[in-house]
């Protein structure tokens, strides 16, 4: 069932729609579905806004049931989203002031075909370092102390972000490097299996040393499907569900981060970022436009150089002729618009038995106390348009949005608001099954470092420990089964 690209042909997702939910019908009679909240049809990940896609587009689709009038809004936002921005000063203003510093010239650099992206890959003979330079990882710095509105402390020179590029003119402001070693376990089987454990350094440094005491938080980008319905969970189920973790025993206590939303105007719960570092789509894209890509906003109006930084501060400023804004507020509200519209992808293989044991699995292991299969929405980011759609839809993404403290092997040791330096957010597993399709290859956890579904769960710790174990404590055939039930969401 591979989808026709997302554009071209906007209605075949809903066609397509409705042949699979007929198939899936048709397949799925009579198994046995755990009782509770499970979704009777067992993929209708997105409720009503669902589309039933695999394969490089799976991730790119409009929710089923937007309005002809969203779609084409959706295009627009989807050009912002994808097109290169261009150095300043250009024979258009729509879409230049690039940099100075940035990682990549537009967001569809890091969110490939809007998915996950990848850490460098090792190769033999790739100069300097033995690895690709970065793209999608990037590298939060700061140091210790409580920055503005209970943020962290840039560090002085580099600033909240590393910049490995820069415009014509304008220094990069260095190289990341990556080392890694090997860490071996075992299987309860005997089955040997080998992690492999990544070390973040800096090398050219343009200006300098960095502080002595700079904190570093790598972080990969993740895929953007169903992100709209995640910023429709009612900030109540958020808190309910750290209030349930606190009330039963046992060392799963997840907490909210409380975060400065620049758009509210107000510390709001954090749900998006590996440290549920950000409030709202519209905050994360202001903020990504600034620090990864060099272009200021309305909300952001100078650009990310430090006082150190001669050369970036001198460097010429694009968008209209006279300064202001790079992207203007209706560009921005479109390309957020853009991502809360993102579909996604509905299950596959919800009937195999092996998927059915896999799913028995999870929750014996207790993976749903953090990865919490549903919710029901509230209103999404956009009432006046997408309300109809987004609202009230039973979603089933996997997460409970909270931080959890995942031992010391992921510790980045940076705090990031209320997140300490061993604390991570759930991230949703929605998806995680098609980033093989979508970006050729399976990296996840908050930097990339696990190589599939099973290396992250090796990686867990800390609250997570005991679910770990478990799995480490299963047969090959538990592993793979439950292995295909992520796979399958
Ligand atoms: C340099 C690579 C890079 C670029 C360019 C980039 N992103 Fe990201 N994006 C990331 C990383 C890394 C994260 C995780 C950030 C964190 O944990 O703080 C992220 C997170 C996000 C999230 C939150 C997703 C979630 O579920 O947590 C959204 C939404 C997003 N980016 C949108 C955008 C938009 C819009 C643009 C363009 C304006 C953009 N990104 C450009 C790397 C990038
Ligand atoms: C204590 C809470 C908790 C429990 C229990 C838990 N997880 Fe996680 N899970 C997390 C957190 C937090 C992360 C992100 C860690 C990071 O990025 O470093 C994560 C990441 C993942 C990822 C990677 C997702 C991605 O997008 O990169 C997978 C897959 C996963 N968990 C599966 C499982 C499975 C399977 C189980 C049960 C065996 C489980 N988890 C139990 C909290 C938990």
Redesign the pocket.
């Known amino acids: 069932m591979r989808a026709a690209s997302p554009l071209a042909s906007p209605r075949v997702p809903r066609v397509a729609c409705l042949a699979a939910a007929a198939l899936a019908l048709a397949g799925f009679g009579g198994s046995a579905r755990t009782a509770g909240d499970a979704d009777p049809l067992g993929e209708k990940t997105g409720g009503e806004t669902t589309v039933y896609a695999t394969g490089r587009n799976a991730f790119s689709f409009p929710l089923a049931n937007l309005s002809d009038e969203e779609r084409t809004r959706f295009a627009v936002g989807n050009s912002f ?1 994808r097109r290169n921005w261009v150095e300043a000063p250009a024979s258009t203003t729509a879409r230049d002031g690039l940099g100075p510093h940035f ?2 010239r ?2 569809g ?3 490939v075909q809007d998915g996950r ?1 990848a850490p460098p890959a090792f190769r033999k003979g790739v100069a300097p370092g033995g690895h690709e330079p970065p ?4 590298i ?1 710095l700061s140091v210790p102390g409580v920055g503005e509105h209970g943020d962290v402390r840039p560090e002085p020179v580099y600033g909240g972000q590393f910049n490995n590029a820069a415009v014509q003119g304008v220094q990069p402001e260095g190289r990341v490097t990556l080392r890694r070693h090997p860490v071996a376990g075992r299987f309860a089987d005997g089955t040997r299996y080998t992690l492999w454990a990544p070390t973040y350094g800096f090398a050219d440094l343009a200006y300098g040393p960095m502080a002595k005491d700079v904190l570093l938080s790598p ?4 895929q ?1 499907a169903g ?1 709209g319905l ?1 910023e429709a969970i009612p900030e109540a189920e958020i808190l309910r569900n750290a209030a349930d973790q606190a009330a039963q025993p046992g060392p799963v206590k997840g907490q909210a981060n409380r975060v400065w939303d620049a758009f509210a105007g107000e510390m709001r719960v954090g749900r ?4 549920a ?2 409030a709202t ?1 519209a905050h ?2 202001a903020g ?2 600034l620090g ?2 060099g272009i200021t906003s309305s909300k952001n109006p100078g650009e990310a150089c430090t006082a150190a930084q001669r050369d970036c501060l001198g460097a010429t400023h694009g968008g209209p002729a006279g300064g202001g804004p790079e992207i203007d507020d209706k560009t921005l509200g479109d ?1 957020v618009f853009y ?1 809360s519209a993102l579909a996604p992808a509905a299950r596959r293989d919800v009937g195999a038995a092996q998927v059915l044991r896999g799913q028995r699995l999870f929750t014996q292991a207790a993976c749903t106390s953090c990865h919490r299969p549903s919710y029901i929405t509230g209103e999404g980011p956009f009432p006046a348009l997408t309300s109809p759609r987004v609202a009230g839809q039973r979603i089933w993404p996997y997460t409970d949005l909270l931080l959890h403290d995942m031992g010391p092997a992921l510790a980045d040791g940076r705090p990031d608001f209320a997140a300490n330096g061993r604390q991570w957010k759930t991230p ?1 597993l929605w998806g995680v099954g098609l980033i093989r399709d979508v970006n050729g290859h399976q990296r996840l956890l ?1 930097d990339g470092r696990a190589d599939g579904v099973l290396e992250a769960v090796l990686w867990h710790g800390g609250e997570a420990e005991s679910a770990r174990r478990q799995v480490l404590s299963m047969s090959r055939a538990d592993r793979q089964a439950l292995v295909k039930f992520v796979e399958s969401l």
Do not use: E, M, Y
């Open positions: 989203f990682i990549a537009s967001c650099g890091c969110h992206g793209v999608a990882l990037l939060r972080r990969i980008a993740p953007l992100v995640l998006f970022g590996w440290k570092n950000v789509l994360q894209t990504a436009f990864d890509i390309v991502q949703p908050h």
